[in-house]
């Protein structure tokens, strides 16, 4: 079964799940909503869009989703201010509000997304080549500083077998070493893991999230370098 490699890499990256009102979240490796909504950005799909053409939404929130954390990231929070915010109810103006922001600071992940319809990836592969709108890692001010196409990054492999495959997608720094091992989270089909809420049930416009479950192992570094990341 064919799966698409994507290289999410930037200096913040945010990917929360459970934001309210004036915090911001952040959960510790990308969210399936969050790719999801990268990839629709890169065909052009309308966040109003799930079943509409020329390119729906609803198949690629079929694809099975894994990611290895290459360089896990620190996490951050960052305060910002807005002057004369009307409440919910309408009945006062907020002179000054704080509001939390929190992010992943250098983090790099490679990302999977597994399905049996491989003309479907190798649209979504040329749209990450050459997308339709700007590329955000989470949030529109959250820029990649690397591509997220990756060269040769369409292969015919399971979702754990291309993630325990590709080589390291990050360079160590000043005094590091590179990892014997990487940790990576994949979709289970079972029930078993961790409850995730962020299963995209219809477009982004409607907002509507449910269930799925990840599970974590890990995986050996491969040393050799087969592949030539763009």
């Given at each position: 079964?064919?799966?698409?490699?994507?290289?999410?890499?930037?200096?913040?990256?945010?990917?929360?799940?459970?934001?309210?009102?004036?915090?911001?979240?952040?959960?510790?490796?990308?969210?399936?909503?969050?790719?999801?909504?990268?990839?629709?950005?890169?065909?052009?799909?309308?966040?109003?869009?799930?079943?509409?053409?020329?390119?729906?939404?609803?198949?690629?929130?079929?694809?099975?989703?894994?990611?290895?954390?290459?360089?896990?990231?620190?996490?951050?929070?960052?305060?910002?201010?807005?002057?004369?915010?009307?409440s919910a109810d309408r009945s006062k103006v907020h002179e000054t509000a704080v509001t939390t922001r929190d992010y992943l600071a250098?983090?790099?992940?490679?990302?999977?997304?597994?399905?049996?319809?491989?003309?479907?990836?190798?649209?979504?592969?040329?749209?990450?080549?050459?997308?339709?709108?700007?590329?955000?890692?989470?949030?529109?001010?959250?820029?990649?500083?690397?591509?997220?196409?990756?060269?040769?990054?369409?292969?015919?492999?399971?979702?754990?077998?291309?993630?325990?495959?590709?080589?390291?997608?990050?360079?160590?720094?000043?005094?590091?070493?590179?990892?014997?091992?990487?940790?990576?989270?994949?979709?289970?089909?079972?029930?078993?893991?961790?409850?995730?809420?962020?299963?995209?049930?219809?477009?982004?416009?409607?907002?509507?999230?449910?269930?799925?479950?990840?599970?974590?192992?890990?995986?050996?570094?491969?040393?050799?370098?087969?592949?030539?990341?763009?």
């Amino acid at each position: 079964m064919p799966t698409l490699l994507l290289r999410l890499a930037g200096p913040m990256q945010s990917w929360g799940t459970t934001s309210r009102f004036d915090q911001r979240d952040t959960g510790k490796e990308p969210s399936k909503s969050g790719v999801i909504g990268l990839l629709a950005a890169a065909l052009g799909i309308d966040r109003e869009n799930w079943n509409g053409q020329p390119e729906p939404l609803e198949p690629l929130t079929q694809l099975t989703m894994g990611v290895r954390h290459d360089r896990p990231g620190v996490l951050k929070r960052d305060y910002q201010t807005a002057q004369n915010i009307i409440s919910a109810d309408r009945s006062k103006v907020h002179e000054t509000a704080v509001t939390t922001r929190d992010y992943l600071a250098d983090a790099v992940f490679l990302v999977g997304l597994q399905g049996p319809d491989r003309n479907l990836l190798e649209r979504a592969r040329a749209g990450l080549q050459n997308p339709v709108w700007p590329l955000a890692l989470g949030r529109k001010s959250y820029v990649p500083s690397e591509s997220v196409w990756l060269e040769g990054g369409l292969v015919d492999a399971t979702l754990l077998e291309a993630l325990a495959a590709w080589p390291w997608i990050t360079t160590p720094r000043r005094g590091e070493t590179a990892p014997e091992r990487l940790l990576v989270s994949l979709e289970s089909q079972d029930g078993s893991g961790a409850l995730r809420m962020d299963q995209p049930l219809s477009s982004f416009a409607e907002r509507r999230f449910g269930a799925r479950y990840v599970r974590s192992e890990w995986v050996d570094l491969q040393r050799e370098d087969t592949h030539a990341p763009a």
